[in-house]
Structure formats: structure tokens, C-alpha cells
């Protein structure tokens, strides 16, 4: 049985010749097979039955609208590529890398073929915010309930210690209690208790607190005063009433962490303890499906998430398996749905994708990467990004890195750059600079980006235009004539309050742009052949083929037999 496959011819009207990524925009008006498409059964041809490389940046079926580039290769005039949708045959050629001049998701972060990377050290692991919960005061330690959709969060400030219950939907605060232990550093569920364990933190001595997460009113505490390093304290539940304490050196931050049988009575028993030498700043602790994570970063370094295996002669050994940058992270999450930190101003729950990039700042040196290849007028950058605004010059586009600095090439060198420009509001800007001659945007284009978008700069050889979502929000001309290197990077701000905040990207694609228009028409469909038989009758032959012969034979002839052609 054949595959029930669609096909669609692409007229292309190209102004000039194309060698390159095209886009094809579908939607209900110029497609109409939108219960069968997926991204894995669609793939496309020339003229010549050439399968191309393609990449599917969107595919939207409940809005029906779609984003696909086709690489291909087109004289001037006239040219035809063909779309087939149903046959997962050539899925292979659904591909980011393959269709653009330069491309990368960065599944392994910086590939030194394709980026020149400043600072590998403040490179990390792109996230993803869930939510954002402003409680006017540091975060400590964060728990998601992931079944009934809550986000716990330990805090405090002068006046107590406090934790709060969000509705991970809606991000809004459901409820509040001052009921923690003093400096809550750490919180755990504990699901066959149905309840939360929060210990104390930083200088404090060990206190582990029991609170209901219905009322978030505390039933029980123990006082583990004395117990591993004193100090520092996080909590993990493992279990059957056991959890595991970890402390730390406040000086050093080598850490000890101890297994414990806790008793309702308010007494507890050590199992076994363990210790390892400093792995950074200790910002969270976490249990799950048998294994012990922990988080650590602050505001200079990256956040880094280790799986430590606890070894029967009291060391422990340290796996990293996850990185990403925050201001200063505070608590640690882990489920089968990803690993998830909070962060230190109190604001912002993120998880850690398994792609994409994350540049943290530097306050002495520009921190960027940026292509090993230049690039010529003509050319877009296109990315999918997220940047908190009040990070002090986060930005992407194109420069010659005479400065140094990708995003200051376009204040004192030359280059492109769309991003934050002034330490002193929370806006994103564009600015084109030609040997030191700056020209900006006229005020703020882009004011919403701790969310990801699509932000694209579009270099033509007389201006450049500045998008966001498809959105055309701003156009300067004025316009490089020299090849420049792109990328992203972040500028140096030395006096920048804590530098906080964040630059991901999801992916980057850089292309020539090309002057084209196109049209889409549905062709032909193959369906799979009938297995019923006709059930139409044939009248026989033989009556005629009697007849003809019986009037041969009347009218004196008779069949002449054909002789073989002979040939010339």
C-alpha cells in the first residue's frame, strides 16, 4: 500500500539569482493539509526531483501557521520547488545546520569551527523562565508540586522568615506565612508525609522545620545544632522519614552531608556522613529518583547543578550535569520534566533547557562569541532570545571587533547591534556605528525581552532594519559597507548595580536575504490503490470477433497474416 502523500508546487518569482535559505510562510489561505503535516513527514524537492535541506523554525497546527526555510538554488526568473507532505522518508533533511550559511542551536554550547568564544568560563546552559514572582525580598530555596501546579518559595528580610505558596499557572501568590526556620535555605516535599521540610541557612545553625503545605503552618522542628560543619544547612527528604543534611564551611564551603532518621518526637539518629571539598557557593540540594543533586554559583560565576554519588567510605564523588547563569541562583528542583533553579533577587524560576546558549557578564572584559567568518551587506541575523534589560549591555548583531567588543563596535567602531544600551533604563535599542559615528533608534523599540522572541536585524546595503516577532519596530539609514563578524555578547559595565540578569539564546541563524516573491498550489495527492473489485460487467468479445469473421468469409476474404517489417 502506497503512502498517502500531498504535494505542492512553489512558484518562486526570483528578482535576482538565489543560493540560499528562502522562507515559506504556510497558513490557511496557501495550505490546507493541516491534519497531516507533522515535522517529521514533510520534505521538499526541485525541479530536477533534488531533495533540499530545509528547517521548520515554527509549525503552529492550531493556528495553522507555519515558518519553513528551503535551501535552494534559482536563476533569476522563474523557478519551482515542490513540497511533499505525508512520507517521513527524508526527515533527515529537516535540518538547522545544513540550510543556513551559518547556524547553530548550540547543542554543545561554543563549536570553535563555526565561534571564536571570549570567556569559555561565563559560557553556560540557555533556560527558560516559568515564572516570575517578585516577593519584594531575597528567595532562598524553591519546591514545585508539579501535580497540583504550586512553586514553594523560602525568603526573608528583617522583619522574618517566610514561605510562600504560587500557582505555578498564573505565577500570583496563593499564600504566605512567616513559619520558616531563620535564613530558609533549603525546602523538600515529602510525598509519603505530604508535607515540607525547610532547613536554615548561611551562618545559622542547623533547624529543620515541618510545615503543612495546605496552611504552610509548621507542625514540628528539629534542632540540629552541631551536626556536619553547623552552618549552611540544606535539606533533601529521601524517604521513609530520612532526609539528608547538608553544611558547610561559610569560609571554604567544603561541605559535609549527613543521612538522618528523623522521629516525630523531635530527636533524630545519624546513618552515615560524608564530605567533599569546596564545589562553589552551596545554593541548593535536591533528591529524586534516587540520586542527590546540588546546586552552586553566584553572582560572578555560572550556576552549576552536580549528581553526587555517595560512596561507602565516607567521599563523594561529583558528576556535572547541568549549567546555566542567573544573577545568583537560590534553590534547586529536580523532576523527570527538567531541572529547575530560583534565583537570588526573588523574581525569576527558570528551567535549564537542553539546548541553547547563556553568556554571563564580566565586569572587567567583554564576554561575546562571535563568528569565525565575516559577513557582507545583504545579510540577516535572526535568533530566538530572552535578555533581562536591566543586565547592562547584553546585545546581537554584526562588527568588525575592532573595539574588542562585538557590541561596541557600534558605539566606537563599526558594527550593528540590537540590545541594552544605556545602564540607566530598562530598554532595548538599535544603533548603527560607522567608524565611530554612532546613529540609535529613536527611543526604546523593545521593552518585553526576559521573554523569548524572535529578534532579527535585517543589513541592507542602505539601511538596517530591527524586528521583533516579524514586527518591522524600527529602521536607521544608515548602513556598513565593510564585512563583519555576528554574534552576541555582553559589554562590560564595571558600576552596573550587581549586574543582574540574563542572555539566552535559543538558536541563531544568520542568511543572505534575496529578493523574491513565491505562491503555493496544491498538486496532486496519491492515495492507496483500490483493494475492492469493480462491480461494473464487462460485455464478451466473441460475438463480434465471430461476426467479423463470418463476413470475412461472405464477402470471399480471409484474414491476411502480417509479415515482419523488413528493416531499412
Aim: aromatic share 12%.
Amino acid at each position: 500500500m502506497s503512502l498517502q502523500v500531498v504535494k505542492y508546487r512553489i512558484q518562486v518569482n526570483a528578482n535576482e539569482n538565489i543560493a540560499g535559505a528562502i522562507r515559506v510562510d504556510l497558513n490557511s489561505s496557501n495550505f490546507s493539509d493541516w491534519d497531516k503535516i507533522q515535522e517529521d513527514n514533510i520534505y521538499f524537492e526541485d525541479s530536477q526531483g533534488n531533495k533540499l535541506y530545509f528547517w521548520i523554525e515554527k509549525l503552529d497546527k492550531n493556528n495553522q501557521k507555519a515558518i519553513i526555510w528551503v535551501k535552494a538554488n534559482i536563476q533569476q526568473g522563474i523557478g519551482y520547488i515542490y513540497m511533499y507532505v505525508g512520507d517521513t522518508s527524508y526527515s533527515n533533511y529537516n535540518s538547522l545546520y545544513d540550510t543556513f550559511p551559518l547556524a547553530d542551536d548550540f547543542q554543545q554550547l561554543v563549536d570553535t569551527n563555526k565561534w571564536t568564544v571570549t570567556n569559555n568560563s561565563l559560557i553556560a546552559r540557555a533556560s527558560e523562565i516559568i515564572c516570575k514572582v517578585d516577593l519584594g525580598r531575597p528567595n532562598q530555596a524553591i519546591e514545585l508540586d508539579e501535580t497540583n501546579r504550586k512553586i514553594y518559595i523560602t525568603s526573608y528580610d528583617a522583619n522574618g522568615n517566610y514561605v510562600t505558596r504560587v500557582n505555578m499557572d498564573t505565577c500570583e501568590v496563593e499564600l504566605e506565612t512567616a513559619n520558616a526556620p531563620p535564613h530558609p535555605a533549603g525546602i523538600d516535599y515529602a510525598p509519603d508525609r505530604g508535607t515540607l521540610f525547610i532547613s536554615s541557612g548561611g551562618s545559622n545553625t542547623p533547624q529543620i522545620y515541618e510545615v503543612n503545605p495546605d496552611t504552610l503552618e509548621k507542625i514540628r522542628s528539629w534542632d540540629m545544632t552541631n551536626e556536619g560543619y553547623n552552618s549552611g544547612a540544606l535539606v533533601a527528604y529521601k524517604g521513609n522519614g530520612q532526609i539528608y543534611l547538608f553544611t558547610s564551611n561559610t569560609s571554604t564551603y567544603d561541605f559535609k552531608i549527613g543521612l538522618y532518621q528523623l522521629n516525630d518526637d523531635g530527636t533524630f539518629t545519624k546513618i552515615q556522613e560524608w564530605s567533599h571539598t569546596s564545589l562553589g557557593v552551596a545554593q541548593g540540594l535536591d533528591y529524586y529518583n534516587g540520586e542527590l543533586y546540588y546546586l552552586t554559583g553566584s553572582q560572578t560565576t555560572i550556576s552549576k547543578v552536580y549528581k553526587l554519588q555517595l560512596n561507602d567510605d565516607g567521599t563523594i564523588t561529583a558528576t556535572l550535569v547541568a549549567t546555566t547563569t542567573n544573577y545568583e541562583p537560590e534553590g534547586l528542583y529536580v523532576s523527570d520534566t527538567g531541572i529547575y533553579i530560583g534565583n537570588g533577587t526573588g523574581v525569576y524560576i527558570v528551567k535549564v533547557l537542553d539546548k541553547g546558549l547563556a553568556i554571563k557578564h564580566d565586569t572587567q572584559n567583554p564576554n561575546q562569541v562571535y563568528s569565525n567568518i565575516k559577513f557582507s551587506p545583504k545579510t540577516a541575523v535572526r535568533s530566538l532570545l530572552a535578555m533581562q534589560l536591566t543586565f547592562h549591555y547584553p546585545g546581537i548583531g554584526l562588527g568588525d571587533m575592532q573595539t574588542g567588543s562585538l557590541v561596541d563596535d557600534s558605539h566606537s567602531g563599526t558594527g550593528i547591534t540590537l540590545g541594552n544600551l544605556h545602564a540607566t533604563d530598562n530598554c532595548a535599542y538599535g544603533r548603527v556605528g560607522i567608524n565611530g559615528t554612532e546613529t540609535e533608534t529613536n527611543g526604546c523599540i523593545i521593552n518585553d525581552l526576559d521573554q523569548y522572541h524572535i529578534i532579527e536585524i535585517k543589513w541592507l546595503n542602505d539601511k538596517v532594519e530591527f524586528y521583533e516577532d516579524d514586527q518591522l519596530k524600527a529602521t536607521i539609514n544608515s548602513s556598513p559597507s565593510i564585512q563583519l563578524y555576528a554574534g552576541v555578547g555582553v559589554y562590560p559595565y564595571a558600576t552596573a548595580p550587581n549586574h543582574e540578569g540574563f542572555f539566552y539564546i535559543k538558536w541563531i541563524a544568520i542568511y543572505t536575504i534575496y529578493d523574491y516573491t513565491y505562491s503555493i498550489t496544491k498538486i496532486t495527492e496519491t492515495q492507496p490503490p483500490s483493494t475492492t473489485p469493480s462491480t461494473k460487467k464487462k460485455g464478451s468479445v466473441w460475438p463480434f470477433v465471430i461476426a467479423g469473421v463470418v463476413l470475412l468469409f461472405l464477402l470471399g476474404g480471409k484474414p491476411k497474416k502480417r509479415e515482419p517489417e523488413k528493416s531499412t
